[in-house]
């Protein structure tokens, strides 16, 4: 509910809003009293008083101007003016009750303070509110030190595998001594190392002999020694 206020005009009604805001910050007029002093609002078109606190001394002049109010405080010589539209404040006057209601006040107070108290009264601004810092990067927590691990011996980088569908490269991987290489023995009989099977199948009615148990084919025995040279044997695949 909205609180009816008394004042013999507008103009009067928005210096009261002017005076509470005064008050506000701590300042008294110069008969040592918070409210209005009498016969503050005989002149229907200019107001002035003085306000005082414990160190500070200041001089307030208000002055109508069409629907506006024109504000002058004064300060050591200093002087701040602020321009302010009485119907933006003051509503619902009623002449004959001389009554009127107020709105927007905290826009009008803030306008006061940043306007006309604050640049003349520095010490009576409220400290700005402190940024939230910003906040760190997180950083993971430090690894400890494995007790198993010797950082002197790195493992070694393997030779690059061959490709295993390059016919041509049978074998190379003996090369590498890490690389787990299939061997050189070609057997058609078993995929060895992802070797696949690029050539045709043998032709109809060939037969492949084992050697060894167990199905495996030959081992460093069954080769043919180096001094042999023989078109046919019985270790040949294909008969």
């Not at 002017?18 to 002093?37: C, N, R, Y």
């Not at 005082?52 to 024109?70: F, G, H, I, P, R």
Request: proline residues 12%.
């Amino acid at each position: 509910m909205t609180t009816q206020r008394m004042a013999k005009t507008p103009f009067h009604a928005a210096y009261t809003l002017l005076h509470d805001a005064i008050v506000k910050k701590g300042f008294i007029t110069l008969s040592g009293e918070v409210s209005l002093p009498f016969n503050w609002d005989d002149n229907a078109e200019i107001i002035s008083l003085k306000y005082q606190t414990n160190t500070k001394q200041m001089e307030v002049k208000c002055l109508l101007m069409s629907d506006s109010m024109v504000v002058s405080m004064l300060h050591n010589n200093e002087l701040k003016t602020l321009d302010i539209s009485i119907s933006n404040y003051i509503e619902d006057f009623d002449e004959a009750k001389l009554t009127y209601s107020a709105k927007n006040l905290l826009n009008f107070e803030r306008k006061v303070y940043d306007y006309l108290i604050y640049p003349l009264f520095a010490d009576l601004k409220p400290p700005s509110p402190t940024p939230p810092a910003a906040e760190r990067p997180r950083t993971d927590p430090p690894q400890r030190p494995d007790p198993l691990r010797d950082d002197r011996f790195q493992p070694r980088r393997g030779r690059p595998r061959v490709d295993p569908v390059d016919p041509f490269g049978v074998g190379a991987g003996d090369l590498d001594p890490f690389g787990g290489g299939a061997g050189m023995i070609m057997d058609p009989m078993r995929n060895r190392g992802g070797f696949r099977q690029i050539w045709p199948p043998p032709p109809p009615g060939a037969r492949f002999d084992p050697i060894g148990p167990g199905g495996r084919g030959p081992d460093n025995d069954e080769l043919m020694p180096p001094d042999r040279h023989r078109m046919f044997d019985q270790d040949d695949m294909f008969m």
